[in-house]
């Protein structure tokens, strides 16, 4: 009688889509996020791939791109021919500066949405289909229940999800593994982690200049705590 007690509860703490704090290291794919200094405050060195993850900033165009940058440079040269989704953005992306920097532009999939409904529905489409590397997605609003089916469906199909927010967003609870506040400063960014599975909330000084692009320097330090 024990033994069939047990049981579903052996099951439930085993099942694939439970997180164990204690098996993060082991269990949690990550991609470079190209930046060096980022890599070593967050586990496994990188975005947690397969996985939803939010950047917060007041103001859009502050350097959020430029972070992304290597990652989606590193992403589009994969022989798996599976795109770059970019849903709602704010601006036209500006094409021949992502070719020079090493953006395959095939790859990328720019998709249009007037509401919020439409951006949710759009991005949560795309994190599902399978055919996806990654999906960038701008909105304004998103329910807790919103952004639990979206971390669903990128675990479901296996792509790299980034929600851009505002900050005010930070007050409220997120299924997201990854949490990144950004500010920005004369030669680049501060991020502050504030959300990571299996890490402590840093911030580090990230420059971003136009050198700074392609190879990033290794001065800034992993500071914990709030920005300084």
């Not at 890490?199 to 800034?220: D, F, V, W």
Request: proline share 7%.
């Amino acid at each position: 009688m024990e033994q069939t007690q047990k049981q579903p509860l052996y099951e439930l703490l085993h099942h694939p889509h439970i997180w164990r704090a204690c098996e993060q290291n082991n269990r949690t794919k990550t991609i470079s996020t190209g930046h060096a200094q980022l890599d070593e405050c967050l586990p496994g060195g990188g975005w947690p791939a397969d996985s939803l993850s939010e950047v917060l900033l007041d103001r859009r165009g502050q350097g959020e791109l430029r972070l992304l940058l290597p990652l989606l440079v590193q992403l589009s040269q994969r022989d798996d021919d599976r795109c770059l989704v970019w849903v709602a953005p704010p601006w036209v992306p500006y094409a021949p500066a992502l070719a020079a920097a090493g953006l395959n532009l095939t790859r990328l999939l720019i998709v249009h949405a007037d509401i919020d409904e439409e951006v949710m529905w759009a991005t949560e489409q795309s994190l599902r289909s399978g055919s996806c590397a990654a999906v960038l997605s701008w909105s304004s609003h998103a329910t807790v229940a919103v952004l639990r089916r979206l971390q669903l469906a990128a675990s479901e199909g296996g792509t790299l999800g980034i929600l851009f927010r505002p900050p005010d967003a930070s007050k409220m609870a997120s299924p997201a593994a990854l949490r990144l506040l950004l500010g920005q400063t004369p030669t680049g960014l501060a991020i502050k982690i504030l959300k990571t599975r299996g890490g402590k909330p840093a911030t580090i000084h990230l420059p971003l200049g136009s050198a700074h692009t392609r190879e990033i320097s290794r001065k800034g330090s992993c500071r914990r705590g709030g920005f300084r």
